[in-house]
């Protein structure tokens, strides 16, 4: 007589954040199904609930409790749930007003080898994609224009839509950490200083994408410039070894701190130069000096600003994205006014505004001078306006000089 097939545990993985969170994210997802578990993204199904929170500003925190919420809501009585990730390093009190339960951090993501009764470790697990997020709301304020600014040519829009002509994305996550003292950011206490894949890990990865026939590849870390230095070498050195491959391919940078991007540009630039680099983005967060050692970060918007002009003279197809906050401490008229200056020279692809957030244990948050909420809307939408009307104008000036 037959025996009945025993039902397998339903697995629920969900995510807020960043890219590296949810590739992290889609790694604990691979990880579940290769130890036996159906894969579900139905609460209510699960016999497992594994969510990743976020707490990189005040409204992804907010966002993180309010899916907590939700959850408990909605899950069945005896499903085991666990809510993770960067809040519990980050504000574990604000997490424990939502949330009593077992926690951890990314750092310690072998504990679930024992939840999961695992057969196949986490630690011998890699994710190529990222999972969607959980809720869309309001965690990162921000606007994203892609593209922002065109460049001459009529062809340079053309290369903002190549996903479609290439095929999904394949991520690689390279690292983890980062060793930057920026005073208004809580990442680092959640992620901790650099740990780097090794080089020959990455390639094998990226051999086995392009074996798969993926031509799009991104490569993701909390900061990207700072690749390998925990293990004596450097962005320059995975590049160089990347861009030997064959094939018809390209590859996104993402999250260079511009200290790193200045300091290696001269080795970095022959790379830029192969054509295998499409994307390349890096925060310049404000236009003011002032604003910048104040902010801790080891670079002027001087040196910035020689290296994105010299990108967009001799790389126009590469695509470059920045970030800015405005409403830091302390932050004047004329210091906001040097950045909205810096976005409307240079040439970017892709501009991410955020309004300054005070953050738990922070220096920044705890500096005199607080911009009031009200002033930093204001700087918010100035900025916003700047790149919709810069963008209309580029886009205008290229049918007059290119019609169809």
Same mark, same amino acid.
């Given at each position: 007589?037959?025996?009945?097939?025993?039902?397998?545990?339903?697995?629920?993985?969900?995510?807020?954040?960043?890219?590296?969170?949810?590739?992290?994210?889609?790694?604990?997802?691979?990880?579940?199904?290769?130890?036996?578990?159906?894969?579900?993204?139905?609460?209510?199904?699960?016999?497992?609930?594994?969510?990743?929170?976020?707490? +990189?500003?005040?409204?992804?925190?907010?966002?993180?409790?309010?899916? @907590?919420?939700?959850?408990?809501?909605?899950?069945?009585?005896?499903?085991?749930? @666990?809510?993770?990730? =960067?809040?519990?390093?980050?504000?574990?009190?604000? +997490?424990? &007003?939502?949330?009593?339960?077992?926690? *951890?951090?990314?750092?310690?993501?072998?504990?679930?080898?024992?939840?999961?009764?695992?057969?196949?470790?986490?630690?011998?697990?890699?994710?190529?994609?990222?999972?969607?997020?959980?809720?869309? !709301?309001?965690?990162?304020?921000?606007?994203?224009?892609?593209?922002?600014?065109?460049?001459?040519?009529?062809?340079?829009?053309?290369?903002?839509?190549?996903?479609?002509?290439?095929?999904?994305?394949? *991520?690689?996550?390279?690292?983890?950490?980062?060793?930057?003292?920026?005073?208004? =950011?809580?990442?680092?206490?959640?992620?901790?200083?650099?740990?780097?894949?090794?080089?020959?890990?990455?390639?094998?990865?990226?051999?086995?994408?392009?074996?798969?026939?993926?031509?799009?590849?991104?490569?993701?870390?909390?900061?990207?410039?700072?690749?390998?230095?925990?293990?004596?070498?450097?962005?320059?050195?995975?590049?160089?070894?990347?861009?030997?491959?064959?094939?018809?391919?390209?590859?996104? %940078? &993402?999250?260079?701190?511009? =200290?790193?991007?200045?300091?290696?540009?001269?080795?970095?630039?022959?790379?830029?130069?192969?054509?295998?680099?499409?994307?390349?983005?890096?925060?310049?967060?404000?236009?003011?000096?002032?604003?910048?050692? %104040?902010?801790?970060?080891?670079?002027?918007?001087?040196?910035?600003?020689?290296?994105?002009?010299?990108?967009?003279?001799?790389?126009?197809?590469?695509?470059?994205?920045? /970030?800015?906050?405005?409403?830091?401490?302390?932050?004047?008229? /004329?210091? *906001?006014?040097?950045?909205?200056?810096?976005?409307?020279?240079? +040439?970017?692809?892709?501009?991410?505004?955020?309004?300054?957030?005070?953050?738990? !244990?922070?220096?920044?948050?705890?500096?005199?001078? /607080?911009?009031?909420?009200?002033?930093?809307?204001?700087?918010? %939408?100035?900025?916003?306006?700047?790149?919709?009307?810069?963008?209309?104008?580029? &886009?205008?000036?290229?049918?007059?000089?290119?019609?169809?």
């Amino acid at each position: 007589m037959c025996q009945p097939t025993r039902a397998r545990k339903k697995a629920c993985v969900l995510t807020l954040g960043c890219p590296e969170s949810r590739i992290d994210s889609a790694k604990v997802q691979v990880f579940l199904q290769k130890n036996s578990y159906a894969i579900t993204r139905k609460v209510k199904e699960a016999d497992l609930i594994l969510f990743r929170t976020c707490g +990189l500003t005040k409204n992804s925190e907010d966002d993180s409790l309010e899916a @907590i919420r939700k959850i408990k809501i909605t899950k069945k009585k005896d499903a085991m749930f @666990i809510a993770w990730g =960067c809040l519990s390093r980050i504000n574990p009190s604000a +997490l424990r &007003r939502e949330y009593t339960g077992f926690t *951890f951090g990314e750092a310690d993501e072998t504990i679930l080898n024992e939840i999961a009764e695992a057969k196949k470790p986490i630690e011998k697990i890699d994710a190529n994609y990222l999972l969607p997020t959980f809720k869309r !709301g309001t965690g990162f304020r921000k606007i994203i224009h892609f593209p922002t600014y065109a460049r001459t040519r009529t062809e340079r829009l053309s290369i903002c839509y190549e996903e479609k002509r290439y095929g999904s994305p394949f *991520f690689i996550k390279v690292s983890t950490g980062c060793l930057g003292g920026c005073t208004f =950011c809580v990442v680092k206490k959640s992620r901790g200083t650099i740990r780097s894949k090794s080089i020959d890990n990455v390639l094998t990865e990226f051999r086995r994408g392009l074996a798969g026939g993926y031509k799009d590849f991104r490569l993701l870390a909390t900061d990207l410039g700072a690749y390998g230095v925990d293990k004596g070498y450097r962005l320059v050195d995975l590049l160089n070894r990347m861009t030997e491959e064959e094939g018809d391919y390209f590859i996104s %940078l &993402r999250n260079v701190n511009p =200290c790193w991007l200045i300091e290696m540009y001269k080795e970095i630039e022959p790379i830029l130069s192969s054509g295998k680099i499409r994307f390349l983005s890096s925060g310049f967060e404000s236009g003011s000096n002032r604003i910048l050692r %104040l902010m801790g970060r080891r670079y002027t918007i001087e040196e910035y600003r020689r290296c994105i002009q010299d990108l967009n003279r001799k790389h126009p197809n590469i695509l470059l994205s920045t /970030q800015v906050i405005v409403g830091f401490p302390t932050e004047q008229k /004329q210091d *906001f006014q040097q950045s909205e200056k810096i976005l409307k020279e240079l +040439l970017f692809d892709e501009v991410e505004v955020y309004k300054y957030s005070p953050r738990h !244990g922070t220096r920044a948050a705890k500096m005199n001078d /607080q911009v009031p909420e009200y002033i930093k809307e204001y700087r918010f %939408l100035r900025l916003l306006l700047a790149c919709v009307c810069a963008a209309h104008a580029v &886009r205008t000036y290229q049918k007059i000089r290119h019609p169809k």
